[in-house]
């Protein structure tokens, strides 16, 4: 059961980061639209694969991990520093992130009509998408180097 927590624990947290960098990069492709259509279509798209690929992937990241916490003797078992780190900020990074993230893409998907809303909403989309990868790659960062 362990190894198949682990599994999906580390397949969708690829997925999660990866699905971040690449909608941050594409939504940003909607400022080069040569029309309304196109810019709204991107953005509707963005909205689309954020609700159902980067915000389910973070819910299974959170879900698998607190069931792998949970079976090897829940949190009162002694851990190392970046196992900590990885459940209580990891932890707080993804809950942040299920508020965040559909908040920020609601706002482009609403913002395709105007072109001045639309630069301001990718901005913040970036920003915030930016913010989590950080977190997750410093999340990640102390769990290669195992900091103790
Ligand atoms: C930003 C969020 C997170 C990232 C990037 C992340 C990343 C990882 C990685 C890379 C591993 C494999 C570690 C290894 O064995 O080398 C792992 C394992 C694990 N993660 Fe997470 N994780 C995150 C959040 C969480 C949360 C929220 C929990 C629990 C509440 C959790 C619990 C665990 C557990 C129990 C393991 C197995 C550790 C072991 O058996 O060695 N993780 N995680």
Redesign the pocket.
Known sequence: MHEIL?FL??SA?ALWLGSLVALAWWSKSALQASDAGSRSWTLATVNRLTMRVAVPASAL??LA??S??AT?GGAAAPRPFW?RL??EG??L??LASLFLVPWLSRRIRRAAEDKLAVQRAVRGYVAGMAVLAA??AG??LA?GLRLA
């Open positions: 682990y624990h580390v947290m990241v959170l991990g607190l792998m916490t090897a196992l990885m459940e990891g932890g990074l993804i977190g997750v999340v990640l769990v």
